[in-house]
């Protein structure tokens, strides 16, 4: 799975194309149509669009892989991407009704400014690993929401007060714009649960045998900030479940957080590095908290 890779493959033998970001250029159409319509030499193919925060770019993930397992396509391709600094323009913020007061942003929506960056990865996913060089089988995948119990967390669309509709309940666009309804916010007095809950899921994982933690190789947990990753290491060894930090792999502090992406990058950079042996393995963890959802994903390295 990398984008290399990718670049390499005949255009005829991918079939589906699955594209994942936070905020896609437009409403509509979906953001793969518009991804596909940038890549002519594709053909007719499968497209699939995943719209969310951090752990988009894993649900377009697993739905390539499924097709693929399957049998239902030849091969896939499959992506995240984040342009969520258009989010952050001075001028955008400027006809919001705090800002147009003389007051400041709201915290929720101004220390964002700071957290997230742009980026963009690929993998190829087939049937059979590459012809030459490491490829990464997988094991396991899995995405689990907890939205059923939590409010949104991390969001664009509505107004500070999360009970009002939608942005599109407002009467007027200018009037969803004052009241800052197309800013992205983030609710800290919450957003420790998704640190949480996936800690959480990924201590059941474990229970239930589809990973050994003695086992893992390469730890790739994607976070926000390196406060969370002193949570993390917390609640595992809390959990009875410790990480030794030498397996940990991150490109939060060169990169910064990408959002959906930061995995894609994560995994080809340790793929790149040199650093990663033939049947080393790999444990990927995703937090969201956009409603509190987590990803897992589970690979080993393999050599043709």
Request: proline share 4%; with cysteine.
């Amino acid at each position: 799975m990398t984008r290399s890779h990718a670049r390499s493959l005949q255009p005829s033998q991918v079939d589906l194309l699955a594209a994942a970001t936070t905020q896609p250029d437009l409403l509509i159409p979906g953001f793969a149509a518009m991804v596909h319509g940038e890549l002519p030499e594709l053909g007719p193919v499968e497209i699939l669009s995943s719209i969310s925060v951090c752990c988009a770019g894993m649900a377009a993930f697993s739905h390539a892989y499924a097709q693929v397992a399957l049998g239902r396509r030849r091969a896939a391709i499959t992506l995240g991407a984040e342009f969520a600094s258009r989010y952050f323009l001075a001028s955008k913020m400027e006809d919001h009704a705090d800002v147009k007061a003389g007051e400041p942003l709201s915290f929720d929506i101004e220390f964002l400014r700071w957290m997230i960056s742009d980026g963009a990865g690929a993998f190829l996913v087939q049937d059979q690993p590459r012809s030459k060089g490491i490829s990464l089988r997988v094991d396991y995948v899995d995405l689990i929401s907890h939205a059923h119990e939590n409010p949104v967390c991390m969001y664009s669309g509505l107004g500070p007060d999360k009970s009002q509709k939608g942005w599109m309940g407002y009467r007027s666009y200018q009037q969803a714009v004052a009241d800052g309804a197309f800013a992205l916010r983030q609710d800290l007095q919450i957003v420790d649960r998704v640190i949480q809950y996936m800690v959480g899921d990924f201590v059941k994982i474990i229970e239930a045998g589809h990973v050994q933690r003695e086992q893992i190789d390469w730890f790739l947990c994607h976070y926000s900030s390196h406060f969370f990753r002193g949570r993390v290491v917390q609640l595992l060894e809390e959990a009875g479940q410790p990480i030794p930090e030498e397996k940990w792999f991150t490109n939060l502090y060169t990169r910064g957080n990408t959002g959906n992406a930061s995995i894609y990058l994560m995994l080809e950079e340790l793929l790149n590095s040199g650093r990663l042996q033939p049947g080393q393995r790999v444990a990927c963890l995703i937090p969201e908290s956009g409603r509190f959802t987590t990803a897992y994903l589970l690979l080993t390295a393999v050599e043709a």
